[in-house]
DNA sequence: GCACTCGTGCTTGTGTACAATGCGGCCTGT
DNA sequence: ACAGGCCGCATTGTACACAAGCACGAGTGC
């Protein structure tokens, strides 16, 4: 069992619920970060007491933190027998990207009706953080801030529904990109991420949506979910048939 | 302050999570039910020690029920002041069903591509027991059937992650309903689900997905979230005031 | 008479101890 | 030697006790 946990580095910027700092937030979100930066392999066990006992808390905070991790689909939560980082399946995936592609199109478009500057500036500038992180070569921050531009664009969509939705579906989506990514090549072009900001920005709903939809297109494309890619990861072959317990997801 | 929990009855059929009954599930079925069917009006508040007492649980099992039931929405978690029946505004009612609108259109396509004669066979019996319900008077079960068969309906689209949010969805709307609805007509008609499952069964796209457009249609048209409903709820007037805290919401 | 402040009580937040459950190794019998 | 069952250990599930924070009310000064 290779926890390669580390041992507490700075907060950061704590990705999501980034506001203020209960030890909860702090927890889930460094546990989330790890996960998407791949810091965690799908499949590692994740330990309420040696958890609590690198983050300085207790298990109770530990255990709450897993439980919102589940509630967003990226850690499962098995009866009795702990949590585990999720290793979707091929199916999963599928059914993740359909799912995706839908409230993308919906979010464009209140996007285009509802952003502000404000919101359109700092969708700017977290392009720009994406870039950074790629030619500073930092894959992990990459992909998680790809992330959370496309949670940023459901934000100045204003609907908070779809804004939690999205949420979980970035989430998993990062993680499958994490698993399935085929290649090295840069998964979620920034150069797009700006096309579409100009797009709503000129308030051009059309083409946003034709953008994102191509976007999607590029995203998935870039993933091999036809083939189970081999004997590359034994885990995420018997994944199914490991963790397949008594979740809600059929 | 009103407390009008009642002291267990049966578990009766626990509705969504009905798998296991684990305590937990028990008791978030329980508060689930009640709220839906409005038994517990909206801005009540939920204390631990007090409902731990009721259902004979400590307060973890109550917390871990209050922490699920916010993912929802249907409770308002306020730090350090406890939990409350959520009570939607009306520009949160308005974004719930524009989310609402977006995933019955995809799980109306999905269910007539995927549902098998079981899933029909079972949305049939739950329009049923959804018409005994009003004819028995029971509106507040009728409330909640309805809801049921939409999320049964999400089930037979076989896209997990649309059943989750789907679930979100109908609790709020659930809710939505109980504080809004104008009137006593059926708010749900039982006719307008038979239809469309006739229509899924005859594996019509078009026409299925019109009749659930219509239908969505004709929930939001008796509500009446135009004019504030007036002082007919002082709670609802007041409640944007007395909640808005520090949620994620917006 | 009004407003501000301080004290008190109740509710929630957190840590920890104990109980229950599942897992793995060991022993025994065939 | 291998299969099956038994027992001990580790980890999670639950309850409870203590700490902290907020709300309400009484009292006092202006």
Redesign the pocket.
């Known amino acids: 069992m290779n926890e390669q946990l580390q041992p507490l580095k700075k907060p950061s910027r704590a990705g999501k619920a980034g506001r203020s700092g209960?030890?909860?937030d702090i927890v889930y979100a460094h546990i989330f970060e790890a996960i998407l930066e791949q810091r965690l392999a799908p499949g590692t066990?994740?330990?309420?007491?040696a958890l609590g006992e690198i983050f300085g808390?207790?298990?109770?905070?530990i255990?709450r933190a897993l439980s919102r991790l589940a509630h967003e689909g990226v850690v499962l939560?098995r009866?009795?027998?702990?949590?585990v980082v999720a290793s979707p399946s091929v199916e999963e995936a599928r059914q993740v990207f359909f799912a995706r592609r839908m409230v993308e199109k919906a979010i464009t478009e209140l996007a285009v009706n509802h952003s502000t500057a404000d919101d359109l500036a700092e969708l700017r500038k977290m392009v720009q953080d994406e870039r950074d992180s790629f030619s500073r070569g930092d894959r992990g921050a990459g992909i998680r801030l790809s992330g959370e531009f496309h949670l940023k664009l459901a934000e100045a969509a204003k609907n908070a529904p779809l804004i939690s939705f999205q949420r979980s579906l970035v989430s998993q989506t990062s993680l499958i990109i994490a698993q399935y990514e085929s290649g090295n090549r840069s998964h979620c072009s920034y150069d797009e991420h700006m096309q579409l900001i100009d797009a709503i920005e000129a308030r051009d709903a059309a083409l946003a949506v034709n953008l994102m939809m191509h976007h999607m297109d590029h995203i998935d494309s870039k993933l091999n979910l036809d083939e189970e890619s081999a004997s590359d990861d034994l885990h995420a072959v018997f994944s199914h048939l490991l963790q397949t317990k008594g979740k809600n997801q059929r």
């Not at 066990?45 to 007491?49: N, Q, R, V, Y």
């Not at 808390?57 to 905070?61: E, F, G, H, L, Q």
């Not at 009866?79 to 949590?83: H, L």
Request: hydrophobic share 25%; aromatic share 0%; net charge positive.
């Open positions: 209960t030890q909860d066990k994740l330990s309420e007491e808390v207790s298990r109770t905070i255990r939560l009866p009795n027998r702990g949590a």
